[in-house]
């Protein structure tokens, strides 16, 4: 069975920064793609950011692009997103996940999400 310990949300003021962490247990990291997905109030899910099986290549949505940095550590099968310079439009509730497609992770972030998710909120 896969149990997921989400931490690091919060609330934070504008231009603060955090960090979130995704710990998963019963799945292996390193046989999936990984990524970062957020939704917000009334929004639809959508992709933040993505790292490759084994953490060589990394992508991001332009909206986050140079904010925040993905990373993975396969050895304790933990992601995390290091989230600086935030801005109130980051305020979601974010989730980890992965899939055997690299694409889906942006086509179906829905799909690819994993557990409850986290809450970040950033004031103004």
């Known amino acids: 069975q896969v149990q997921l310990v989400y931490s690091g949300g919060g609330l934070v003021q504008a231009g603060g920064s955090l960090r979130l962490s995704c710990a998963a247990s019963?799945?292996?990291?390193?046989?999936?793609?990984m990524g970062w997905f957020r939704q917000a109030p009334g929004k639809e899910r959508e992709f933040v950011a993505a790292?490759?099986?084994?953490?060589?290549?990394?992508d991001y949505a332009d909206s986050v692009k140079g904010r925040f940095t993905i990373s993975r550590d396969n050895a304790k099968n933990t992601m995390y997103l290091q989230m600086n310079s935030l801005k109130p439009e980051d305020t979601a509730v974010y989730y980890c996940?992965?899939?055997?497609?690299?694409?889906?992770?942006?086509?179906?972030?829905?799909?690819?999400?994993w557990g409850q998710g986290i809450q970040v909120t950033v004031s103004s």
């Open positions: 996940g992965g899939s055997g497609s690299y694409g889906d992770l942006k086509r179906r972030p829905a799909n690819a999400s």
């Open positions: 019963g799945r292996t990291f390193s046989n999936y793609h």
């Open positions: 790292v490759i099986r084994f953490g060589a290549s990394t």
